[in-house]
């Protein structure tokens, strides 16, 4: 079995709960959206093929307990599913980040879903597949990505409608560039939601480089 790999690196956890945290990154190549804010269109295309055993001794080498994989949209490669299993076996905290437009069925239960749910402004707000809601377990997160007013009121409506806050946690991400942060703050404050703030740090240590260290 191989997969399409757009890198393979080690960094540090940038967002979601987990931000702060030494981590593998699995980038997976290939996207089925063209969100307006996209940070990884090289990951879309080009990429090269590894077989599973080639991708899980490079994992190996970093001797990181912490791996993502992430795209692109990783779950457009049926072997994504293979490769969480593994990692699971071997003992790995395993996050999966993907765009929500796709089936979580098939996701083991072990991975932590970092999920985006696409506001107006990204232009892929009709991607999402509502019926993932059923897929959230308590260790997974749900993302909404703001780039204004309208996306606040999109997110925030979304949030009471499906009690999404008890499902699972629930993350509010300024765009960049975009929607300053001490802006999106103040309205979470004010409306008193039931999310985390949850900024970009690897763009705020590493404001010009595409992947942090």
């Known amino acids: 079995m191989t997969l399409r790999i757009a890198e393979i690196f080690r960094s540090l956890q940038g967002e979601s709960s987990h931000a702060g945290r030494p981590c593998v990154f699995i980038r997976?190549?290939?996207?089925?959206?063209?969100?307006?804010?996209?940070?990884?269109?090289?990951a879309k295309?080009?990429?090269?093929?590894?077989?599973?055993?080639?991708?899980?001794?490079?994992?190996?080498?970093?001797?990181?307990?912490?791996?993502?994989?992430?795209?692109?949209?990783?779950?457009?490669?049926?072997?994504?599913?293979?490769?969480?299993?593994?990692?699971?076996?071997?003992?790995?905290?395993?996050?999966?980040?993907t765009n929500g437009s796709l089936s979580l069925k098939t996701v083991p239960a072990g991975v932590i879903k970092i999920v985006d749910i696409k506001?107006?402004?990204?232009?892929?707000?009709?991607?999402?597949?509502?019926?993932?809601?059923?897929?959230?377990?308590?260790?997974?997160?749900?993302?909404?990505v703001i780039a204004d007013a309208r996306d606040y009121r999109y997110a925030k409506a979304f949030l009471r409608k499906h009690k999404l806050a008890i499902k699972c946690a629930c993350l509010f991400s300024p765009a960049q560039p975009g929607l300053k942060p001490a802006r999106l703050a103040e309205w979470i404050v004010r409306d008193n939601l039931p999310v985390r703030l949850n900024l970009l740090l690897h763009k705020i240590l590493w404001p010009n480089r595409k992947r942090g260290i």
């Open 119 to 144: 506001t107006p402004g990204s232009g892929m707000a009709a991607s999402f597949d509502l019926s993932n809601l059923g897929c959230l377990r308590k260790h997974d997160e749900v993302k909404f």
């Open 28 to 42: 997976l190549a290939g996207c089925n959206l063209d969100c307006a804010w996209c940070d990884t269109a090289y």
């Open 45 to 97: 295309k080009g990429g090269r093929n590894m077989p599973l055993p080639s991708i899980l001794r490079a994992v190996r080498r970093f001797r990181c307990p912490l791996v993502e994989i992430t795209g692109g949209e990783p779950l457009l490669q049926p072997g994504a599913v293979t490769l969480m299993k593994k990692l699971l076996e071997r003992g790995y905290r395993v996050l999966l980040e």
